[in-house]
């Protein structure tokens, strides 16, 4: 018998075999967000929305011409379609029965949905930064197309308001897609739902308290122009716990008793 | 090392695997044989922590599949090689995977390479890929991490002969330098030619299992000839007990080498001359592949 082929060694070898970190995983998560072609465009479209907004608002002659306007105005479109990224980046996975790849991998599966909701956070922060760097365009095009001055006032509690309303949006996009484990169910009801939900409670007056403190739109309304005050904290952090909250707990723990097949 | 002891596996009122108890040694390939929907693939989806056994354990090395430090590193797994994003190109599927790992992208080449993909196939999206193309995708993920146990589900479906030929090689490799493989299918033929241990289930229970050799290696020699009345005098002359076989052949209880000297000493001619093997199993097999194979499968395992 040959000694230097057949190592009589136990079959699993143990040490020198780290797991996976954290980081490591939320880098192979980011990277799942945009290697395939309609991950790619998704990410393509956003920046092109806020070119488009601003480009919009620089040219029409009402709109107001400041940093802070263009930059509340181009979170619409990243607002949109992020949580559409925060789905996908979920739901994919069972589209497309890649899940069997990624836990057979990685077999504690919190580990996998920690690191998917850090690459959403992410692509949060990027979809913040995409705006801002499409707003910072449109103020220094400002003066050349109009007859305004360059004004690049940004209050710290706009920015940071902005940037917690995108982060809640594309997590209850992820919470949507960990919930319903479907792209098209998902996507149509994570806009269906709160939409409808909105029209719901601004229509029955006798539903005004739900709005107030139930209602995402209503309740993050102010945060774009950093007007958050203290009673409106508690009222967004309501509106999460229905909207974001609930339902990533619920699906957090059927993926984690899910088969996956 | 795998040991899947006394693992069942209940979905409602159905069980899908009852009382499954089998090992897979290092260095050896053990084929884990049985029709569709045998119980097969939920038996390697328990192994590797996508499904929770109802009662019973599964472990590899002695740890369950979710406690292994990095389990990609330690077992290659292959379930299901169209379970991969269409929209990626195989390159990047196995660049995502070794980002897992924690392995470089000069292994990626090189797994791509050993599984005939280099070049412009892993440059293609796998949406356009064939089934044994994918099959050898699936193939390069499991041995990514270097591993020292494959578990693979039906890998030979979609390739081509050449390619389950080239499998057949790669396995018993893997297995010769001290790897531990199992792997499943409904062929039997697909298995017998790598495998050095068979374990059959039908119905969620296994119903036989044991070494190649037990299971296939049937007793006796078949013999044929013109005159079958000749040749069974003259083995029965030379003290050798024979049965009838299958049409007109003879199942003599010796090995080749003495019925060929019976009948030569009897001057009696041959037109056959050959172990018998497998028959059983083979027979086996095929009754559990009927609809109602299941009342037979209780007899032969009696």
Known sequence: ??????????????????????????????RKSYDTRAGRWLLIVIGLAALGVVA??????DAPKTFADYFAFTQLPVGILLPVLGILLVTSEWSQRTAMTTFALVPRRSRVLTAKV?????????????AAAASALATVLTPVFTDSA???????????????????????????????LSSPLAIVLYFVLPTAFTILVNTVSA????????????????????????QGWLQVATSVALWLALPMVLGWLRIRRAEIA | MITIDSLTKRYGAQLAVSDVSFSCTPGTVTGFLGPNGAGKSTTLRALVGLATPTSGTATIGGRAYRDLPNAGRQVGVL?????????????????????????DQERVDEVLGRVGLAGKPAGKRVGNYSLGMKQRLGLAAALLGDPQVLVLDEPANGLDPDGIFWMRGLLRGFADRGGTVLLSSHLLREVEAVADQL???????????G????????????????????????????????????????????????????VAAAGAVLTELRPAGGEGLEELFRSLTHADGSQQVQEVAA
Do not use: C, N
């Open chain 1, 1 to 30: 018998m040959t000694t230097t082929t057949a190592p009589e060694a136990p079959a699993v070898r143990t040490p020198a075999i780290s797991p996976p970190s954290l980081l490591q995983l939320t880098r192979v998560e980011l």
């Open chain 2, 199 to 209: 374990v059959v289930i039908a119905g969620g229970r296994i119903v036989a299992q």
């Open chain 1, 150 to 180: 360059m004004d690049w006032g940004l209050s710290a509690a706009q920015a940071a308001q902005v940037l917690l309303v995108q982060l809640i949006s594309v997590l209850a996009g992820v919470a949507f897609g960990m919930l319903l």
């Open chain 2, 211 to 262: 070494s190649k050799q037990e299971l296939l290696g049937g007793r006796g020699t078949v013999v044929r000839g013109p005159d079958r009345v000749v040749l069974e005098r003259a083995l029965r002359t030379a003290g050798i007990a024979v049965a009838p076989g299958e049409g007109d052949g003879l199942v003599a209880d010796a090995d080749p080498l003495a019925v060929g000297q019976a």
């Open chain 1, 118 to 130: 850090m690459a959403a956070a992410l692509l949060a922060v990027g979809g913040v930064l995409a």
């Open chain 2, 79 to 103: 379930l299901d090689a169209g379970a991969q994003h269409a929209g990626r190109t195989g390159r990047e599927v196995l660049t995502l995977a070794a980002l897992v790992l924690g392995v």
């Open chain 1, 56 to 61: 919009l608002e620089l040219f029409v002659e």
């Open chain 1, 207 to 230: 539903l005004d308290w739900v709005r107030d403190w139930l209602d995402l739109s209503t309740t993050t309304m102010p945060m774009y122009e950093g007007d958050l005050d203290g």
